[in-house]
């Protein structure tokens, strides 16, 4: 059994109409009919409301059955073909692999914020020390010694510099997997 009939047995199951669970689970008439045709799957967190709202495991609603304890560690040691493999439909492997795609396009984004935040916060470090190195006092003591924060200037630098190279790298990195998604 695909997902969508499983969608349309849960909903029917219950009395529900299309409108009817798509208020519940707070989405639109069409994303449910969507799911029901098998034109388009929900993502992670409307399939947990929909397994709350029927009171169904994840498992029945991905797989089409219980799963058993292996299951998770043959998608996470192989993928999801062998989810297919393992549970005899192509559907549930489709569902199975929008999940894994799903949560490691969220985890490169959260990766991708997270170094573009590094790379800023350097830049203002460097832009820090050179604003303390402008407004610092330089003087020359009676012994005729120079007092100078001269070291601020290559820190300065060297913070900016490291900052705008993350940021770069970040943005790099970002159109190179934009260009391979779009080849194939």
């Known amino acids: 059994m695909d997902f969508g009939d499983q969608i349309r047995d849960l909903r029917q199951g219950e009395g529900l109409t299309q409108e009817q669970l798509a208020q519940r689970l707070m989405v639109t008439r069409q994303a449910v009919s969507n799911w029901e045709r098998g034109s388009n ?30 299951m998770d560690e043959k998608i996470k040691t192989n993928g999801a073909q062998d989810a297919r493999d393992a549970h005899g439909g192509a559907e549930s492997g489709k569902l199975a692999e929008k999940l894994i795609r799903d949560g490691s396009e969220g985890r490169r984004a ?15 470090m460097g832009a820090l020390c050179a604003f303390v190195k402008v407004n610092s006092v330089e003087y020359v003591d009676a012994a005729g010694v120079l007092h100078e924060s001269f070291f601020l200037v290559p820190m300065a630098w060297a913070f900016f510099l490291a900052g705008l190279l993350t940021v770069v790298a970040a943005g790099v990195s970002r159109l190179v997997r934009a260009s391979r998604e779009r080849r194939g």
């Open 41 to 70: 799957l929900p993502d992670i967190e409307t399939l947990i409301r929909i397994a709350t709202t029927f009171d169904v495991s994840l498992d029945r609603l991905i797989l089409g059955r219980e799963g058993n304890g292996r």
């Open 110 to 124: 959260r990766t991708n914020m997270a170094t573009v935040a590094i790379g800023c916060a350097l830049m203002v």
